[in-house]
């Protein structure tokens, strides 16, 4: 059978951090990329209302473990990026390492396209600075973050990063879509991919649904970055049955305090933490939007607390969880809390707890659990190799999904060096194939297991509009 032909270089499933720095390093570069996302392209607003049909529909964007606990994503252009909180970790370089994987010199090289910086005092609000304050009163390592966030446009008395910033002082991987588009890239928005078009074990398209309507897009390579929960999905209806399994989602809880004098309430969230590493506890500030909060509240049924929103400290305490569970087929998640995840929970509730108190805060509490990075479930060294590829030729896979092991940090900044390390590889392979070698003649080193059978879907005419 004949591959179908395509006026494409590359498709790009998914438009979060991971695949809009891929679709955008390779538009730079030249190569025509069509971009299919699920959600939306609405322009932000920084409300609750819009923020509410993009991050919290149930079984849409939320699903709800056994435990109840809710696993959070975004669907929209952008992808989690829309409702994150904006604060750039750096990459786990040594983790990555071993596995192949050297993203340093990306990590660094991002720093010429996004902004990665600590707040300047000024937009440090009462929030971040009453936990730090207090935190380093008790000899705790509590410093400002990094954030992906340009200061001059930065409000202080603002806490919305989480509704998409209404200021543009938040980057957010619209972005880098907006930029791709400029380079020609062409993005469908409410197309749904569902699988891979696999032939003779090379990927040569996907399957989308579009209005009701299901299509196929043809190009030389495809790159999903449909996130830890999407792409997983995707990939096992492409033949990839061990894929979504054994993941993290890094689970957190918040701890408040009352601090009389405090003010509004309102502060830019997690512009100061303490990180402690060996205990897999990260810790920090996190004053939040009302609803938010009321929501949170009267989830545990703190109704008098739910609408007291100022002279509120809220602490966030997240973990690295250990690996488990399963991404069901209705996206859907299954996994529990182990023991040892509950212990690190406790444990930074007690550190908040000492922080608060110190801090002089009273009528403390904790939330209900969260978790809001699902991600390993496609990993480095078991379902893609060290240049993210999968067993499939032409596929490969760019998001959350591929983290190798739990780390317990926000991963941003990682995916967006993995996604110009990618671009970076596809690059460098077709030259090295134009020049007479292949990509087969430089394997990568950590290679997936080759148990799985493929499952070649017959390809249909081509429906693309
Ligand atoms: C509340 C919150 C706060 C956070 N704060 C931070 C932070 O401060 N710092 C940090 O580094 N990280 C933070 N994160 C995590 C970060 O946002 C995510 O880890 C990151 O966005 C993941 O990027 P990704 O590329 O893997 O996927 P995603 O951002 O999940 O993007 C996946 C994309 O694929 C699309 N998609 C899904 N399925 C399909 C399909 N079948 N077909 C087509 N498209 C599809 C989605 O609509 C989405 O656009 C936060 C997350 C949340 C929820």
């Known amino acids: 059978m004949q591959t179908p032909t395509s006026d494409f270089d590359a498709i790009v499933v998914g438009t979060g951090p991971g695949g809009a720095t891929v679709a955008r390093e390779l538009s730079r570069n030249g190569k025509k990329v069509l971009i299919l996302e699920r959600g939306d392209n609405d322009p932000e607003k920084g409300t609750f209302l819009k923020t509410l049909p993009r991050a919290f529909v149930p079984g849409k964007n939320v699903v709800l473990t056994r435990q109840a606990l809710p696993v959070v994503r975004a669907i929209t252009t952008g992808g989690s990026s829309m409702i994150y909180c904006g604060t750039a970790f750096d990459p786990p370089l040594d983790i990555l390492k071993s596995y192949g994987v050297d993203i340093s010199r990306e990590s660094e090289e991002l720093t010429s396209d996004v902004p990665v910086t600590k707040l300047p005092d000024e937009l440090l609000g009462p929030g971040p600075r009453a936990f730090l304050e207090s935190a380093m009163d008790l000899g705790y390592d509590a410093r400002k973050q990094n954030k992906f966030i340009y200061p001059s446009r930065c409000k202080a008395d603002c806490q919305l990063c989480m509704y998409g910033c209404p200021y543009g002082a938040k980057w957010d991987a619209r972005r880098f879509v907006a930029e791709a588009m400029v380079n020609g890239a062409l993005m469908i928005n409410f197309a749904n991919v569902e699988k891979v078009l696999v032939e003779n074990k090379k990927a040569v398209g996907v399957q989308y649904r579009h209005d009701k309507e299901t299509f196929h897009a043809y190009a030389p390579k495809i790159i999903i970055a449909a996130g830890g929960i999407g792409s997983p999905l995707i990939l096992r209806k492409s033949g990839m049955r061990s894929a979504g399994f054994d993941f993290f989602f890094d689970p957190l809880v918040f701890v408040y305090g009352k601090i009389k004098g405090l ?42 607390q739910a609408f007291s929103y100022s002279d509120t400290l809220p602490i966030m305490i997240k973990i690295r969880d250990e690996l488990g569970g399963e991404v069901a087929n209705n996206g859907w998640v299954k996994k529990s809390l182990t023991k040892e995840d509950v212990k690190k929970l406790d444990k930074g509730t007690e550190h908040a707890k000492r922080i608060l108190k110190n801090a002089g805060a009273t009528d403390i509490y904790r939330s209900w659990r969260v978790a809001a990075h699902p991600g390993g479930t496609v990993k480095i060294g078991e379902q893609v190799d060290s240049n993210l590829k999968t067993k499939f030729d032409n596929l490969y896979v760019c998001d959350c999904s591929v983290m190798p092991q739990e780390w317990g940090l926000p991963p941003t900044r990682t995916l967006i060096a993995l996604g110009k390390r990618l671009v970076k590889h596809l690059l460098a392979a077709e030259e090295a194939a134009k020049k007479g070698s292949s990509e087969k003649t430089d394997p990568a080193p950590a290679l997936m297991p080759a148990a799985e059978t493929a499952e070649a879907p017959a390809p249909r005419t081509e429906m693309l509009h």
């Open 263 to 304: 003010g509004s309430g309102k502060s830019i969230p997690m512009s100061t933490g303490i990180h402690f590493e060996e205990d897999g506890i990260m810790m920090t500030d996190f004053n939040m939007p009302r609803m938010l909060k009321l929501g949170l509240d009267l989830e545990i049924l703190k109704v008098k």
